[in-house]
């Protein structure tokens, strides 16, 4: 998967830029604060049809304009794709090949990348939502079933948390089992899904661990949940957990069972990383997991990802960007840095310098 050309208008701080990009590495070099960031962000955005740096779109908007347009020219297997994106104050336009997508569902996957930057240390180092999040972002680009299940899960449990907080208590005991059943459908799906993810991530991950550190170290990542592996048996238990919660659920007002709640067990030479990784253990193992994503794509699709590395190299040492960089062959990848000449070591690339929000 390539991108060839990357148009931004009114995005972040980019007036109005055109970026042309090669295959192999592609660096955006320039001081801090000039847009490079930015720009590996839209590159993201149309690929998965999110940010992983803001919750809310308006904030991609240029200040003093009402709206963003972003196009990128794509090209994967099955040939050229073009993906689009306007962002207003109060909502966004999706496209496809310049048709309007009105599922955002379907617009996620056609274009797969991978993103790491200093701020995904959260996977590793934040609580079970940052790593529900990289599953969630991760998966729902290689399946559209997860993705639509994904969002008719979150919708009911919106809907059942705010029957939770009903002052009817007999109303609600006596509508949950409607909401449960429709909950434990779609749950099963997620968590059938999630298991099998992590089950092909882990060893992925541990073995780009083990060639980052010389085999110094041992990653290994696990589901943090107890559920069978048939997704009508997952269902009946999810069901069966939910209905003994509810005196819990109707005292706290929200529910308290469900793939919502999960999270992924990252284990250092077997400890839990959280609590005991230094900061360049945290680093490595984040890193790994993001390689380990690459690897999925690649196998599921046939092809590799879009590679992005936002600020990575400043935050290695040596002899782990040099292995990092020998990652990167037969993957087109955008690099972010502050000094192209100190990261790269002689490797062929495409040099863009970005300087105020424009191309110099």
Known sequence: MIIRKLNLQNFRNYEKETFEFTEGINVLVGKNAQGKTNC?????????????????????????????????????????????????????????????????????????????????????????????????????????????????????????NNLLKERDVSLIFETLPVWDEQLARYAAVIIRRRKEYLEKLSPLAADAHAFLTDGGEKLSLGFDGNYPDDEGEIAEKLQRELENAYERDVRLGFTTVGPHRDDIRILVDGNDARGFASQGQTRTAALSMKLAELEIFREVSGEAPVLILDDVMSELDLQRRKKLLARTDGVQCILTCTHAERVLYGKDCNKIKISGGKIV
Request: with cysteine; aromatic share 8%; glycine share 6%.
């Open 40 to 160: 590996a962000e839209a590159v993201f955005y149309l690929c998965t049809g999110a940010s992983l740096r803001i919750r809310h779109d308006k904030q991609l908007i240029r200040r003093g304009t009402d709206h963003a347009s972003l196009l990128a020219e794509t090209e994967c297997r099955y040939g050229k794709i073009t993906l689009g994106a306007d962002i207003y104050e109060n909502k966004r336009e999706l496209r496809l090949n310049g048709v309007k997508v009105a599922r955002a569902v379907d617009f996620l996957g056609n274009m797969k990348s991978v993103f790491f930057s200093p701020g995904e240390l959260r996977i590793v180092q934040d609580g079970p939502d940052e790593r529900r999040r990289f599953l969630n972002l991760s998966i729902s680009q290689t399946s559209a079933s997860y993705a639509s299940a994904l969002l008719r899960y979150n919708k009911i449990l919106d809907q059942r």
